[in-house]
C-alpha cells in the first residue's frame, strides 16, 4: 500500500492520540487529550491514511536550542512518531520524515532534534546523539556540603501560580548559559504545572522552590521516604548551591532523585563526600540533526580559534558539501569552498558535535568522522556539557 500523507486537523487529535498510545502502550485518557489539545498545533503534524484509516504520524513542537555560545536557533522538536503495527516496515515512516524535513528546509531551519525511543531508528535519517543524560540517586543523609561552602539563603516555597510566574522567566535566563537547553512556552508550563492526580504515580504534589536566579520542583513519595526531582534550573552558581542546600536538608527524605544531573553538576565537589552523587544511569538524550551546515555551524562559538576546510556527507537530505569553518570565541563565518577538505564528517556526526557533547576524536574512532581532526577537536567543545531538561 502507499500511505497517503496529510496535515493534521484538530478533530484528528484523539485518533492520532489512539496510534501513538498504542505504539508506546499505553492508552492516552480523556484527560491526557484535553490537556494535549492545548498545546497541539496539527497544522505541524503529518498522518499516513490507509483509506480513512490513520496509520503513522510524525509532527514537531516549535522550540529553540541553545547552542554553545548562548545562540538561541529555532529548531523543531521531532514528536509523536508511530506507526501502527499493522502497518510498519512498509516505509511510512521514511516518507514521514522525508516529507518532514521537506518541510523543514522550505522554512529555512538550520537544525532539528529529538529524543529517540530506540537508538536504531534516527542514524539513517541524519541524526547524531548530541547529548547524555544522568541519572543520580543520593542518599540524603550522608550527602553533606563542605563546611566552607557558602550558604547564599533566598529560597521560598511558592504555589503554582507563583511557580508560573517565576519559573518561566528563570528558565529563559537559564537557557541563555546552558547549551543545549530547549525552550518552553507558555503552553508548554502550563501543561507542566497543571499537576493531575494521574500524573503524580502515587507520590506528591508538586512542591515549588524558587530562588531570585533558579528554580526547583520535587515530589515525595512518603512510602519509601524518596524526593524526585523534577526541575532544576540555576542561572547562578549561588542559585544552584543554595537550592541543593536546602533539597539536602529535607528532614524525614532518605533519597533524592534526579533524572538530568548535568554530567558536569558540580554537585558532588560541594560535598564532604563527592561519592554520595551515584550516577544510576547514563542514556543518551537528545539527538540532533544539522539540515543547514554554514547556519548551524556559524551561529555557534568555538572554544578555541580553528580555520579548516569540512568534506559533509548527508546521505538523506542531499544538504552535504564542503565548507570552510573560521570560528572562535568570538564568532563563526562557515560558507561553500572549492578548497581541499581537512576532516571528513557525517552528518549525523557533525548534530553529535554540534552541542558540544560529544568529541570530534571520539567520533573519528568510530569511523564517523576522518582526516585532520586535531583541527576541530578543542575547537568544537562547549562551555559547558550540554543539557536539554525538556522531554518532548
Ligand atoms: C519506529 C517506527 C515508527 C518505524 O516505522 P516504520 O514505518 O516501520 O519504519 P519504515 O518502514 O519507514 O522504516 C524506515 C527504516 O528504519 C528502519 N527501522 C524502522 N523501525 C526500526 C526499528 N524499530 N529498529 C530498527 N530499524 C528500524 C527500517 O528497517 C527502515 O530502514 P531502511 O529505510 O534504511 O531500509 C515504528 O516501528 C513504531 O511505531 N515503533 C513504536 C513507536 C516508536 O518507537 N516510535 C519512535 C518514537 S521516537
Redesign the pocket.
Known sequence: MTPVLRRATAEDLPAVSAVDGR??GYQHTPEDIEAVAKLWEPERFLLACDGEEIV?V?GSWDMTLTLPGGAPLPSPGVTW?????T???????????TELHRGYLDDGLAVSM?????G???G?FGYGPATVERFARIERRRAVMRADVPDPGGVRYTDTDGARRHAAEVHRRWCRVQPGAVSRSEQWWDDLLLDPEWRRHGASPLFHLTHPDGYVSYRINQDDGTCRIRDFFAATGDAHVALWRLLLGLDLVETITVDDLALDDPLPFLLTDPRQVRTTGMPDGLWVRVLDVPAALSARRYAVETDVVLEVHDPFLDRGGRFRLRGGPDGATCEPTGATADVDVEIRALGSMLLGGHRASTLARAALVTGAVGRIDAAFTAEREPRFATHF
Request: aromatic share 6%; glycine share 6%; net charge positive.
Open positions: 505504539a508506546f503513522g510524525a512518531v508511530a506507526v501502527a503495527a502497518h510498519r516496515r512498509r516505509g511510512i515512516l521514511r516518507s514521514l520524515m529529538l529524543t529517540a525511543s530506540e536504531t531508528i534516527y539513517r
